[in-house]
């Protein structure tokens, strides 16, 4: 069984920056891929980004290329979400996932655990 805590979300002003963590455990970090998804109320969940194992690919979604960075430290096991320039629309919960397989994905269903998300709001 895999853990994921996101930590991080918060309030902040139009171009402003936040930056979200993800605590994992319960299986070898290292040898998988990991993503972050997001919720906005109404809205379906969907994909933000995508690292491979080793950090050294990385997947966005085209809303958030250029503003948004994933990483990860494989010694913390623990994934990041820099997101930088942030839009109203950004607003969402905000979830950490990790893949039933080892490849990177951009499809929910191909995530089998979640964290339990994490508040991001953006003011105008």
């Known amino acids: 069984q895999v853990q994921l805590v996101e930590s991080g979300g918060g309030l902040v002003q139009a171009g402003g920056s936040l930056r979200l963590s993800c605590a994992a455990s319960?299986?070898?970090?290292?040898?998988?891929?990991m993503g972050w998804f997001r919720q906005a109320p109404g809205k379906e969940r969907e994909f933000v980004a995508a690292?491979?194992?080793?950090?050294?690919?990385?997947y966005y979604a085209n809303s958030v290329k250029g503003r948004f960075t994933i990483s990860r430290d494989n010694a913390k096991n623990t994934v990041y979400l820099q997101m930088n320039s942030l839009k109203p629309e950004d607003t969402a919960v905000y979830y950490c996932?990790?893949?039933?397989?080892?490849?990177?994905?951009?499809?929910?269903?191909?995530?089998?655990?979640w964290g339990q998300g994490t508040q991001v709001t953006v003011s105008s």
């Open positions: 690292i491979n194992w080793s950090g050294g690919v990385t």
């Open positions: 996932a990790a893949p039933r397989d080892r490849g990177a994905a951009i499809n929910a269903h191909d995530y089998e655990y």
């Open positions: 319960g299986r070898t970090f290292s040898s998988y891929a």
